[in-house]
């Protein structure tokens, strides 16, 4: 999903999740719906949890300190959260580092949508073909 540079990513996780598409090795419809969610501490919100609970989606998401801090005031229980999942995350981050490697990309220099986008899918293209 492309947004405007200043917007947070968080306000789209939902679409892009909706967008997922997966397709099967055999015949049927692609699957929709991942089994787990890792995401940083921007996506912990109560409403993104809700959301993925609907769905029946497993969210391994750090809690931001004043998140925590407001659960004991409450007396609400932690969310669960398991570190040995959560540092499989970096695959992810790397990638993104590596996107911004490509002054174009961290800068958005290119304002047009169309034009950006396109220079993503170049340089993620290259990466996976250098890899």
Same mark, same amino acid.
């Given at each position: 999903?492309? !947004? @405007? @540079?200043?917007?947070?990513? %968080? !306000?789209? &996780?939902?679409?892009?999740?909706?967008?997922?598409r +997966?397709? *099967?090795? @055999?015949?049927?419809?692609?699957? #929709?719906?991942p089994?787990?969610? /890792?995401?940083?501490?921007?996506?912990?919100a109560?409403?993104?949890?809700?959301?993925l609970?609907?769905?029946? !989606?497993?969210?391994?998401?750090a809690?931001? /300190?004043?998140?925590? &801090?407001?659960?004991?005031?409450?007396?609400?229980?932690? %969310?669960?959260?398991?570190?040995? +999942?959560?540092?499989?995350?970096n695959? #992810?981050? *790397? %990638?993104f580092h590596? $996107?911004?490697? =490509? *002054? @174009?990309?961290?800068t958005?220099?290119?304002?047009?949508?169309?034009r950006?986008? &396109?220079?993503?899918? $170049? &340089?993620?293209?290259?990466? =996976? $073909?250098?890899?």
């Open positions: 999903m492309l !947004t @405007g @540079g200043n917007r947070n990513d %968080c !306000t789209q &996780a939902e679409a892009v999740i909706d967008a997922i +997966v397709a *099967r090795s @055999g015949p049927g419809r692609p699957r #929709v719906r089994d787990r969610v /890792v995401a940083g501490k921007g996506y912990s109560r409403s993104f949890r809700a959301y609970r609907r769905r029946g !989606t497993k969210a391994t998401i809690e931001r /300190v004043d998140q925590l &801090a407001g659960r004991a005031r409450r007396g609400e229980r932690r %969310c669960g959260f398991d570190k040995t +999942v959560h540092r499989r995350r695959v #992810v981050e *790397r %990638c590596r $996107l911004e490697q =490509w *002054r @174009g990309i961290a958005r220099y290119d304002k047009h949508p169309n950006y986008q &396109a220079a993503i899918t $170049l &340089a993620s293209t290259l990466i =996976w $073909l250098d890899t």
